[in-house]
Structure formats: structure tokens, C-alpha cells
């Protein structure tokens, strides 16, 4: 069976690049454990796209606000179109 992996894009990687340690390596665990299982970090959330071979990070963020900053995104994006 094929491993599945995990993209992560780069805006993502530049956040989790700059919080606090500990916070650091709660994201690290919980984006090993997200192909197995949907993840949230105390009051973070990450936001993926599963695809046939594993996932894609979408966002991360903060509970209070990432949900309404998808939807403006996705607004935008559609708005484009």
C-alpha cells in the first residue's frame, strides 16, 4: 500500500515556522496524526482537503476567527471567477 503523504503549503509552513515551541510542537504532532484522524489544537484549528493520497493543509488558525476567514476567502476565489 502506497504512504500517504500531506502537502502543506508554503504560507502554513511559514506560520507554524513562528509560533511558540510548545505550540510549534503541538502542530507538528497533530499534522503526523491528521491522515489517521481530523485534528484540532486546543483553540487552533487545521483545515485539510483529503485526496486520494493522503491530504492538503487548507489553513490554520485560531477557533475564533479561521472558519469566517476560509469563507471570505472562498468568497473572494468565487468572486474571480
Known amino acids: 500500500m ?7 503549503p508554503r504560507s502554513v509552513r511559514d506560520l507554524v515556522r513562528h509560533l511558540n515551541p510548545q505550540m510549534k510542537r503541538k502542530v507538528r504532532e497533530a499534522l503526523k496524526d491528521i491522515l489517521k484522524n481530523p485534528d484540532s489544537i486546543g483553540r487552533h484549528r487545521i483545515i485539510y482537503r483529503p485526496d486520494d493520497a493522503g491530504a492538503e493543509i487548507v489553513a490554520f488558525g485560531p477557533r ?15 468572486k474571480r471567477k
Open 2 to 8: 502506497q504512504q500517504r503523504t500531506l502537502k502543506v
Open 64 to 78: 475564533k476567527s479561521i472558519y469566517d476567514e476560509m469563507a471570505r476567502q472562498a468568497d473572494s476565489e468565487r
